[in-house]
């Protein structure tokens, strides 16, 4: 009987061993695919979440504290869970509010005794007000090259949003990947122990995909381009102030601000009132990047003077009227075509030091509004905005950026097509 036993024994370790070996994958890094709207101009992406899984369509928020859905209609899920008043979740969250008493039948957004939340539509800048709760996420793994297998996690929080208005058709939410323990990269993070970083890559394509990764490099594109190789690194900036719609007092922005010192236009600096870009102790100023706003907003001063420097920049190229919401437009037949974009003056973000800049090609600053009109893509954003310089999605199309939230920086690449790529171009097809 012994042989019989220790080879029952044998069998039973390498049984264990084998299931073992199958569900302790833990992947070095994820992915999500990313199109732009036509309409709307929004960065849409669609992540698979519920028990059974539902494909589940939002709005990528690069700033956005939580991911937040519709739970009020046709949301079936045995796995969701509300989180209970005072409970490790509420505290994580940083929810302070509780739902005392909810109306009929227990479901998925209407629990009692369930810690709130306020989820933002940061397009329309409503926010309302609804339940924390955690339900399973599905999500692709990647080795930085290709797709690889899909991965769970069982209990990812997010909130219960019923603001949808003025959201691209089909979205039901917003993927938040703001700085918060409970946004996306956040919780990716935690639930496969790899380090707080993550990536985005837009395009202007509805049918060729961006791409979203959560986890550090490489970010491999076609012809094996590496686009986490070479990045210039500037501090990530922290607003004391919130910059959301509806926010508890005291708390502090989870949108990501960086330190710009001036503007450059073809090398020569923009005059500008430089308090603007420092921000102030009720959180007014500086500069942040956000995937909500379609084109880059400045502050009415430092609009008017960027456009003047454009303007003269070009004084030899035809103006026409502007088309809104742009203010400078050009006859497009007498500029010229470069590898990144139309032959316009470079636009310099000058970060912290006069060596350090984000340079914006004619590829990100203009864009063509019709048949042989191009006009430049900044548009005014007042007097008195709470932010003074708002990058936006058109200006970092085709760039990489690396949010390296352990380290509190941001490494950018400046244009892919520089470097013969594009961000369209990454693998989803080929399997690792």
């Known amino acids: 009987m012994a042989p019989l036993f220790h080879y029952l024994l044998v069998l039973s370790f390498l049984f264990l061993t084998s299931c073992a070996t199958q569900t302790s994958f833990r992947p070095k890094a994820l992915l999500l695919q990313v199109t732009k709207d036509p309409s709307t101009l929004q960065y849409v992406t669609r992540i698979n979440q519920r028990t059974p899984l539902v494909p589940v369509t939002l709005t990528l928020d690069l700033g956005g504290q939580f991911m937040w859905a519709n739970c009020y209609t046709n949301y079936v899920s045995s796995t969701y869970r509300p989180a209970r008043c005072r409970s490790a979740q509420c505290s994580l969250a940083k929810s302070t509010a ?26 329309t800048r409503v926010a309302t007000i609804g339940d924390l709760g955690s339900d399973l996420v599905a999500i692709k793994s990647t080795d930085g090259r290709n797709p690889g297998r899909v991965v769970t996690v069982p209990k990812f929080l997010f909130v219960c949003g019923s603001a949808l208005d003025g959201l691209a058709s089909g979205v039901v939410g917003m993927a938040g ?29 509805s049918t060729s995909p961006g791409v979203v990764f959560f986890g550090d490099g490489p970010y491999r594109f076609l012809l094996n381009t590496d686009a986490s190789t070479g990045l210039i690194y500037t501090p990530l900036i922290k607003n004391p102030v919130s910059t959301a719609s509806a926010y508890t007092q005291g708390e502090a922005s989870s949108e990501y601000f960086i330190g710009v010192k001036s503007i450059r236009v073809g090398e020569k600096v923009v005059p500008i009132n430089k308090t603007l870009l420092t921000i102030d102790r009720e959180g007014h100023g500086g500069t942040k990047i956000s995937t909500v706003n379609p084109y880059t907003v400045l502050q009415s001063s430092i609009y008017k003077a960027v456009i003047r420097a454009f303007g003269n920049a070009l004084s030899g190229v035809p ?82 950026l690396q949010f390296d939230l352990a380290r509190s920086r941001l490494g950018f690449s400046s244009s892919l097509l520089f470097r013969q790529t594009t961000c369209a171009n990454f693998n989803f097809t080929s399997n690792a």
């Open 319 to 400: 103006k026409v009227a502007s088309v809104a919401p742009f203010g400078l437009c050009f006859n497009s037949t007498s500029l010229g075509s470069t590898r990144v974009g139309p032959g316009v003056p470079q636009i310099d973000l000058v970060l912290q030091n006069n060596n350090v800049y984000w340079r914006i090609f004619g590829a990100n600053s203009m864009v063509q509004v019709r048949e042989g009109v191009l006009c430049l893509g900044f548009v005014d954003g007042g007097a008195n905005p709470m932010t003074s310089i708002v990058i936006g999605g058109h200006q970092i199309e085709d760039n990489l």
């Open 177 to 205: 990947l703001g700085r918060t323990s409970i946004s996306l990269p956040s919780q990716f993070s935690s639930a496969f122990s790899f380090r707080r970083i993550f990536a985005i890559c837009l395009t202007s394509s």
């Open 98 to 123: 509780c739902s005392v008493e909810c109306p009929g039948a227990a479901k998925p957004g209407c629990n009692n005794n369930t810690c709130a939340l306020m989820p933002d539509n940061s397009v």
